[in-house]
């Protein structure tokens, strides 16, 4: 199973990277973390709307890679999972064969249609995060995920 986290923004502070690839690093190999980002258009004083459609026209051309990922959109409105909802997700998909692609807009939020055309849509906190901080928790949440399904420690 791969797990692909297709998300709007590059040049992330080092911090992130360094975070993200700790608990990239930690997955099992059934069960690989992959980063896809994908640039943000040009911003000017112009029509937000517009933006967000292009960063879903992006990401939709993206996703055509992965036609048979189980499509997961983060919006704050989505459906909260705890732990151990989360680790059920994970081991259903891999015992499936199935990837999954996690989806995250850019500053104004994830296109509608992009978020509308997911299977699923999850909320990792009712709190507005930062776009890099969403990559660091969600890479952390996804291993604790799987040390709760190994057994591991970590979980505790």
Known sequence: MRIHLLAIG???PA???DGF???????????RLELEEIPLPKRSRGDTAALVRAEGEALEKRLEKHPAAHRVALEVTGRALDTPGLSEKLVTLRDLGQDLAILVGGPDGLCPRVSAAAHERWSLSSLTL???LVRVLLAEQLYRGWTLLAGHPYHR
């Open 10 to 12: 590059t040049k992330m």
């Open 15 to 17: 911090w992130v990277n």
């Open 21 to 31: 690839r700790e608990y990239q690093k930690r997955m099992p190999p059934d069960m």
């Open 130 to 132: 930062p776009h890099p």
